[in-house]
């Protein structure tokens, strides 16, 4: 089975808390988008097999590993030893989406495995959140509310077809290091995340006044300011990072406008790609 399985951005993102565990609680508004992975999945007698197709521009900046340290490779591995079963798997998978990005592209990878492997077998995981806090949302798409550290998930008004740029330098952010980031901040200029949710029932086309992302106060990158230069330079509503970066996404009225951003960005040797907005993770193709 081969499914193309969407990327994430988030429309606001904010830290609330440090729980007990170590974990951060966040509030956030995620969106599935039109940037894809592709994911094939074969079930064979046994052992999990995986292999990646990773471009030349993604690999050079940001290494994946292509063995059992994989999401997508623990998935499979969680899935059958979950399910009591004793067969195996072939797993390829031609990235789309940068890593690294704050835009979910392993995750969306292993919540495909467990979609695949559900849709060939008859079975499921209890608890996909052991693999990653993004897995849960993936299984669902579209736009949402998440809570928690990633596990709480609810579906709100659906904002897909709306136009983006999304672009990212090659400079990654370790997840980690952001919180650690986050934690030191003075004064943290919290993100209107009720608002959001808020707009996008009611008006959506003012949504984007709510966007934001507490990280960016967190990681200040170079290269995050000059995207959103760019894209805010040619007729962006909004430009913010998305997760805990390093990608960038602007939000377009005009797809010829969003295409003359997306060249300008590439000029300047930056991933860039114009989607939309889109309301589930996985499209099936084969």
């Known amino acids: 089975m081969k499914v193309k399985t969407a990327a994430k951005v988030n429309l606001a ?3 609330t808390g ?3 565990n170590g974990y951060h609680a966040i509030e956030s508004v995620f969106q599935t988008v039109g ?3 592709e994911v094939t999945v074969e079930l064979t007698d046994s ?6 197709e990773v471009p030349e521009s993604f690999a050079s900046s940001d290494p994946i590993p292509c063995d059992e340290r994989n999401i997508a490779y ?3 591995k969680l899935f059958f030893e979950e399910n009591g079963m004793d067969c195996g798997c072939r797993i390829h998978i031609k990235k789309g989406i940068p890593s690294q990005a704050g835009m979910g592209g392993g995750s969306t990878d292993a919540a495909a495995v467990l979609y695949c492997l559900g849709r060939m077998t008859g079975k499921s995981v209890s608890a996909p959140e052991k693999l990653g806090a993004d897995v849960p949302f993936f299984l669902t798409g579209g736009t949402a509310y998440v809570e928690g550290i990633g596990e709480k998930i609810t579906p709100i008004a659906d904002y897909s077809g709306r136009i983006l740029v999304i672009a990212k330098g090659k400079e990654g952010v370790s997840t980690a290091e952001a919180y650690r980031n986050i934690d030191s901040l003075a004064a943290p200029v919290h993100t209107e995340t009720k608002k959001l949710i808020d707009a996008i029932e009611k008006a959506p ?3 984007c006044k709510y966007f934001g992302n507490l990280f960016e106060q967190a990681v200040q990158l170079e290269e995050v300011d000059s995207i959103k230069s760019v894209m805010l330079g040619n007729d962006a509503l909004s430009a913010i990072m998305t997760g805990s970066g390093s990608a960038v996404f602007g939000l377009f009225t005009d797809t010829a ?3 003359i951003c997306a060249e300008k960005l590439t000029e300047k040797g930056f991933f860039s790609a114009v989607c939309r907005t889109v309301p589930e993770s996985f499209i099936i193709t084969e």
Do not use: F, N
């Open 18 to 20: 440090k729980l007990p």
């Open 47 to 52: 052992g999990i097999e995986l292999s990646c």
């Open 13 to 15: 993102l904010d830290v």
């Open 35 to 37: 940037l894809y992975d």
């Open 74 to 76: 623990k998935a499979a």
């Open 257 to 259: 406008q969003a295409e």
């Open 205 to 207: 086309d003012t949504a």
